[in-house]
Nanobody
């Protein structure tokens, strides 16, 4: 098993940037594909980006392309989400997820391990 804890959320003005971190502990981090999802009240969880075990392959949702970048550091058991040009319509809660597969995956039901989430606020 793996335990995940997100950090880095907060309040940022429209157009600003933020970097989220997800620290993993437990089983060897490098065996898991990782992903960032986001969710607003009443809406389904949406994959923002995912990354393969090695970090060599990534997936980004259309809404994230050009603004968000996922990366990982297997030496420190951490996955990151760099978010640029944030807008008020960007959802509130960002969650880190892990699954014991080699490739990126955008389907939230395929992920077994989740962090508690970190909140983003972008005032309009």
């Amino acid at each position: 098993q793996v335990q995940l804890v997100e950090s880095g959320g907060g309040l940022v003005q429209a157009g600003g940037s933020l970097r989220l971190s997800c620290a993993a502990s437990g089983r060897t981090f490098s065996v898991y594909a990782m992903a960032w999802f986001r969710q607003s009240p009443g809406k389904e969880r949406e994959c923002v980006a995912s990354i393969s075990r090695s970090g060599g392959t990534t997936y980004a949702a259309d809404s994230a392309k050009g603004r968000f970048t996922i990366s990982r550091d297997n030496a420190t058991n951490t996955v990151y989400l760099q978010m640029n040009n944030l807008q008020p319509q960007d959802p509130l809660v960002y969650l880190c997820a892990a699954q014991f597969i080699p490739y990126p995956d955008s389907v939230w039901t395929n992920y077994a391990y989740w962090g508690p989430g970190t909140q983003l606020t972008v005032p309009s």
